[in-house]
């Protein structure tokens, strides 16, 4: 399956969410500026491996997590 970066921008902003960061917070954690976390967010922009796995521990996730996670997501699951 092709990457989605649609899918990976709800997940991660439904990840955000729930742990109650803000995203200047979680792009502080992740490393990335706010307005880079925003087009991630709207699946405006293909993340790159080494912000993923950022993103991953500013989430409390292991990257591989993640992934699964967005793979649900693009596979149409919750």
């Known amino acids: 399956m092709p990457y989605n970066s649609k899918a990976f921008g709800i997940v991660i902003g439904r990840l955000r969410t729930r742990k109650g960061l803000t995203q200047e917070r979680m792009s502080g954690l ?3 500026a706010r307005s880079h976390l925003v087009e991630l967010e709207n699946g405006k922009k293909t993340v790159k491996l080494n912000t993923l796995w950022n993103i991953a ?7 591989s997590e993640l992934i699964r996670l967005v793979e649900k997501e693009t596979e149409g699951g919750d």
Do not use: S
């Open 57 to 63: 521990y500013a989430l409390d996730l292991k990257p």
């Open 30 to 32: 992740a490393g990335i």
